[in-house]
Nanobody
């Protein structure tokens, strides 16, 4: 079993920045992928970004490339999603996700093994 604890989120004006953090604990083993999905009202959950604990390049959804950065905090076994130049369309509940597969390219809502409870990000215009 793996537990995911999210922090961050909140209300920000368009053009502003927010950081989300997610720490993993439990039976993570040494190779896995951590990342984020988001779900806006009346929309399906969509992939945002993912990073492998084994190294390699992170993966991003096209609409957030150049604005969001995902990074690892090895000491805390956590990932940080730095979100810049936020837009009203970024408003959603953001979910941390864990996959025992170390390859970010396989990260999808169908392959996620564990989910966080979600944190709300609201971007006002």
């Amino acid at each position: 079993q793996v537990q995911l604890v999210e922090s961050g989120g909140g209300l920000v004006q368009a053009g502003g920045s927010l950081n989300l953090s997610c720490s993993a604990s439990g039976r993570t083993f040494s190779t896995f992928t951590l990342g984020w999905f988001r779900q806006a009202p009346e929309k399906e959950r969509e992939f945002v970004a993912a990073i492998s604990w084994s190294g390699g390049s992170p993966r991003y959804e096209n609409s957030v490339k150049g604005r969001f950065t995902i990074s690892r905090d090895n000491a805390k076994k956590a990932v940080i999603l730095q979100m810049n130049s936020l837009k009203p369309d970024d408003t959603a509940v953001y979910y941390c996700a864990f996959n025992h597969d170390r390859r970010p390219e396989t990260f999808s809502s169908k392959t996620v093994n564990y989910w966080g409870k979600g944190t709300l990000v609201t971007v006002s215009s």
